[in-house]
């Protein structure tokens, strides 16, 4: 199985800062990684997939990159509905597997 | 507009089996490319995949559940079902079903979730 170390696993930011979340394949999945929104007590909402292609409907102050198999989530400008936790995913083989999930709060 | 909702027992015993149906709306599985994925997740905890069904009937399976899982659906109602066999207290999940395209293969609507608690 493909694993996927998401970090950090907790982070506090201010409005209208910027924090980076990351995920570390444990192999070349070719870009084939997306990043999720959960608020709490709701189903998980997709941000980004590709690695970078942003999903219809989502701010443009997410976005998404990758250096080899680390992939990055970044959020700008921190708005307070932005409290949640991130989930990335790998997409390129079976079995799918998420990372562990990043808490994102907001001071 | 695409929708999906699970529905399930809510609370079973351990050994039993857990039937679970996704209902959606806004597409079929009977469309060239479309498919309907199970992932659940344990209260505070992360995401597990579970199972795939596609379009052509195809189905893939988290090796890590052996072969207790059995994914199905029925086209001409808009559903897809998952059956657990043999549960235990670490089945305890909010379990999701969600759409997922070809190609593509992420997870593009989710539904809202439904809780199962296995319990003695």
């Known amino acids: 199985d493909i694993q996927m170390t998401q970090s950090p696993a907790s982070l506090s930011a201010s409005l209208g800062e910027t924090v980076t979340i990351e995920c570390l394949a444990s192999?070349?999945?070719?870009?084939?990684l997306a990043w999720y929104q959960q608020k709490p007590g709701k189903s998980p909402q997709l941000l980004i997939y590709?690695?970078?292609s942003l999903q219809d409907g989502v701010p443009s102050r997410f976005s998404g990159s990758e250096s080899g198999t680390q992939y990055s989530l970044e959020i700008n400008s921190l708005q307070s509905e932005d409290a949640a936790t991130y989930f990335c995913?790998?997409?390129?083989?079976?079995?799918?597997?998420f990372g562990a999930g990043t808490k994102l709060e907001l001071k | 507009q695409v929708t999906l909702k699970e529905s399930g027992p809510g609370i079973l015993q351990p050994s039993q089996t857990l039937s679970l149906t996704c209902t959606f709306s806004?597409?079929?599985?009977?469309?060239?490319?479309?498919?309907v994925g199970w992932i659940r997740q344990p209260s505070g905890k992360g995401l597990e995949w579970l199972a795939n069904?596609?379009?052509?009937?195809?189905?893939y399976y988290n090796p890590s559940l052996k072969n207790r899982l059995t994914i199905s659906k029925d086209t001409s109602n808009n559903q897809a079902f998952l059956k657990i066999t043999n549960v235990d207290t670490a089945d305890t999940a909010t379990y999701y079903c969600?759409?997922?395209?070809?190609?593509?293969?992420?997870?593009?609507?989710w539904g809202q979730g439904v809780m199962v608690t296995v319990s003695s």
């Open positions: 969600a759409r997922i395209v070809y190609g593509y293969n992420y997870f593009d609507y």
């Open positions: 806004g597409f079929s599985l009977s469309t060239y490319g479309m498919g």
């Open positions: 069904i596609w379009w052509d009937d195809d189905k």
């Open positions: 192999e070349d999945i070719y870009s084939n």
């Open positions: 590709d690695a970078s």
């Open positions: 995913q790998q997409h390129h083989d079976y079995p799918y597997t």
